[in-house]
């Protein structure tokens, strides 16, 4: 996983059809997804339930390239090691989810995971300059995390000064909730690199007719590409 600040655009599966995620996974890659983003809920954390590191494992071989695993459970840390060993390449879990998120992002490393940092709409960047040297990614979530389809909130502030808090260091900034090709725009402006799409990705497709899937990330690519700082 080379580091590059190019646009990435990562569809969750949280839109995709669940009785058939080995064959979703594959088409949005083939329709020209840079990485899969994975939703993990726990009905404790967030208001509704998806799956675990189990899911995360038998979709893993579907997955040519980047598998994004975003966990929004609480605790974090007894589940680090089964989500690595499922074959994440990123773990992202959240500064909300617990009291020694500095511990968490360590064990995520240990277990030879990338780290990410997940920040709820509401939560500052005041903590996150603590971190920094400790995680390859912030996830800035712009809806409140527990469901596809919400309303997107425009954090355009926020990402900018967590860029220039960034200033070089190989972090990517992934923006989560809401992206469309409408809003990919000023979430790009505002200097984010990797865009997690669901509903913008998925709707009007379906693994017997993938090409809507290639047609939404193609607009969403382009858009975000053409207003990247
Ligand atoms: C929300 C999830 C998102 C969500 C994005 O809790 O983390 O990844 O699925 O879905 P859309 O793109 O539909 O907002
Ligand atoms: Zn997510």
Redesign the pocket.
Known sequence: MAFDRSIKIAP?I??ADFANFGAECAAVEAQGADWV?V?VMDGHF?PNITFGPATCAAIRPHIKGVMDV?L?IAPVDPYIEAFAQSGADVITAHLEAGPHIHRTLQAIRGAGAKAGLALNPGTGLGDVAHLLDMVDLVCVMT?N??????KFIDLSAKIRDLRAMIGDRPIHIEI????TPTTAPLVAAAGADVL?????VFKGGSVSDPAPYGANIAAIRAAAEAAQS
């Open positions: 969750s949280l839109a983003h939703d967030v975003h929004m809806v995390p527990g469901f596809g389809g919400q989560d909730g809401g992206v997690v799409a669901g509903s913008a």
